[in-house]
């Protein structure tokens, strides 16, 4: 397996001119990407649209569980470039009690997760899907769907260069893999819904002698002691290595928390790191870069995921696990399934039979998320009520077994059949629970 970078593909199937594809994938992240990677691999002909150029930066806590790296495998990324730095688990923190959770040892995924920057993570994706087929087009920022008339479906985009040229792009399937704001679902009417958690996290980077941390770090409170009294600070934190001598360092606030839309979010992060143990170098002359910020789309925030022509994948379709703000794993796993129903639908004879295959990919992700995201609405209700969370961690985090039971479920990571005790539980309650 190589992540050799090719450069971008530019040939074109004999006959079709470089402006038609048989499906046009708008975004270039790990949603858009995986998906083009699948569909070329299966000899689709597929246009990937890229308003920026690689390498360039995304929000993200850089963090990858082992249901990401399955996905990296399965996409042939080798993982031996020692840029990717591997965790052996999680350390929780709060209610004064450190517990290190290594991943669970599973049939179904590795027992390791990584580390790396969205810097070249999306480039590497990119670069697997160009190998395999897929045509990339950097600085092609899509403006509009182009909507055919008489069927109401989309039947292309409109494009600007970085010239700011328009061009047309034509295919009879359109993914819309462009980022939480989806500026293409909300031209063709799909809006995102209420009923929904949603968050707001905030990130940076620092230069520290923790770099090299073999556990992701999960921080339950944040706590701001620069006053000279413990102040708890809305929210939850992370601390991740990345072993190039900088800490990914950041927060989450949830849309259940009652300070949601009134809290500084830079401020805050500045507030909690600067009553971090000094040794760490959590400080101002630290920092490497900005403070910057992402909306967080939880649990199919955003439907239906497939009409007239339009898949929504990864943040597009609000595919973030609303139990631990994981979006990089799910929008790997929407690229492949939604790659899987197009390559059926097109293999369909008729017009007719084709839409009634490509109306199976909102059926998919209901039946393979939908009762696990319904629990993590829930969960993500009651961890905004703060006594709730202070006696969940006072009484919860001193139970190990409690504690690896939560880790399973907020990471989703069990056995879909023959696991232990933990992972029937969870199954059971996902199959059971309203997929809503």
Known sequence: ??????????????????????????GAGPAGCTAAYYLAQAGVDVLLLEKTAFPREKVCGDGLTPRAVRQLVSMGVSLEDKAWIRNRGLRIIGGGVRLELPWPDLAEYPGFGLVRTRHDFDEILVRQAVAAGARLLERTNVTEPVIDE??????????????????????????????????????????KRDDRPMGVAVRTYFTSP??????????????????????LLPGYGWVFGVGDGTS??????????????????RELLKRWTRSMPEEWGYTE???QGPIRGAALPMGFNRTPHYARGLMLVGDAGGMVNPFNGEGIAYAMEAGQIAADVVVQALSRPTRQTRERTLLRYPEILRDTYGGYYTLGRYFVKMIGNAEFMKYATKYGLPQPLLMRFTLKLLANLTEPSHGDAMDRVINGLSKIAPAA
């Open 1 to 26: 397996m190589s992540q050799t970078a090719p450069t971008p593909s530019t040939s074109v199937a004999v006959g079709t001119p470089a402006n038609e594809a048989d499906v046009i994938i708008v």
């Open 248 to 265: 990914n360092v950041g927060l989450g606030i949830l849309n259940s928390t009652a300070s949601f839309q009134k809290v500084d979010y």
């Open 285 to 287: 002359e630290n920092q």
């Open 150 to 191: 008489r069927s109401n479906r989309i039947v292309g985009v409109r494009a600007r260069n970085a010239d700011g040229e328009t061009t047309h792009f034509r295919a009879p399937l359109v993914l819309a893999a462009d980022g939480n704001s989806s500026r293409l679902s909300v031209a063709m009417g799909v809006r």
């Open 210 to 231: 923790r770099h090299d941390d073999d556990y992701l770090e999960s921080w339950l409170e944040l706590w701001d002691s620069s006053g000279g009294k413990d102040v």
